[in-house]
């Protein structure tokens, strides 16, 4: 049945299945493309990706730094890989064009939000050396994906369990292939599930509701500042400047109502960021001010940023990261 299956997935020539992205290859080239999604049947986004000489989506550069020179290692999740976009429209290419004699190195991973970028850290050593010299950026830049970091600490930290219910679907979502038939699967399920599990979006809708707090919460919260306080001690062991920038999705563009509190998880996260010494950027205020015209910042149904969301999110982090940068 499978190979029946396949062979009429192949025939019927729906067009390729997303690539699975998650072989972060130096210089592989794949197909970056949406599902058609709502009753419009819309592709929001269809390009080719290369990934440049460290295996990440941004601005191509060698290990070593040019001489005079200023380097900033920009961190996130998939807001900063921007798979949505060429790389000369994501947040890493529209940043370095705010900071002319600096060279921004995007290190983006789908999935590693503030929990998981210490995984992404232990990389840099490694990628920014060359023969016996390793040179590390001059600050770091972690890219705060709130809410989303929220869910991903309640569902692969705090609740393991419930990946049972969805766990089809997550395993599909780390499909590499080479079968048509299962990516097709992959892409359909991902669209119609929910992920996390629906238990842990209401745990994670919590921190929006004013004075409404959780035991499950709070230890995700707990989780997240003892990771957060680890990458601040390991950039002041390397002499790194930390920075923590926080760059908020669509849920959060509506302003704070008696309602819901769309600054909550941001005000949590600076309090944790500034309690461990490092600087902390809110860009929430200006991607507000932005999102009320003009093209939109996210797309609608994937809610990634779209190359208008970039090109504001950077404009708006290097306003805010030149005096820290300048005063260092």
Request: proline residues 7%.
């Amino acid at each position: 049945m499978l190979a029946v299956g396949e062979v009429a997935v192949r025939a019927a020539d729906t067009g390729p299945a997303r690539a699975a992205h998650h072989a972060f290859v130096p210089g592989r080239t794949f197909r970056s493309a949406a599902p058609p999604r709502g009753p419009e049947r819309t592709v929001e986004y269809d390009l080719s990706i290369t990934l440049n000489r460290f295996g990440f989506h941004g601005p191509d550069h060698a290990p070593l730094r040019e001489p005079g020179k200023g380097r900033i290692a920009l961190v996130g999740d998939s807001m900063v890989e921007a798979f949505q976009v060429s790389r000369e429209e994501g947040l890493g290419a529209r940043l370095e064009a705010g900071l002319p004699g600096t060279e921004v190195l995007a290190f983006g991973k789908s999935g590693h939000s503030t929990i998981k970028q210490d995984r992404i850290l232990a990389e840099l050593p490694l990628l920014l050396r060359e023969g016996e010299r390793t040179d590390l950026p001059d600050a770091v830049v972690f890219a705060v994906h709130g809410p989303y970091a929220v869910r991903q600490t309640l569902v692969d930290f705090v609740r393991p369990a419930a990946l049972w219910r969805r766990g089809l679907s997550w395993a599909l979502l780390h499909y590499t292939g080479p079968s048509r038939l299962l990516l097709e699967v992959r892409d359909s399920v991902l669209v119609r599930l929910e992920v996390p599990t629906e238990d842990l979006l209401e745990e994670a809708a919590r921190a929006f509701r004013p004075g409404r707090t959780s035991d499950l919460g709070e230890r995700a919260w707990a989780l997240l500042g003892k990771a957060l306080g680890e990458q601040v001690r390991w950039c002041r062991e390397r002499g790194v400047r930390p920075i923590y920038a926080y760059i908020p999705d669509l849920s959060e563009i509506p302003a704070p109502d008696a309602r819901r509190d769309t600054d909550a998880i941001a005000r949590r996260f600076e309090g944790m960021a500034k309690a461990a010494g490092a600087d902390w950027i809110d860009l929430t205020a200006g991607m507000r001010r932005a999102a009320a015209g003009g093209e939109p910042l996210f797309l609608k149904y994937d809610q990634h940023l779209t190359a208008r969301g970039h090109a504001v999110a950077g404009a708006l982090l290097a306003e805010r990261l030149r005096p820290l940068l300048e005063g260092k």
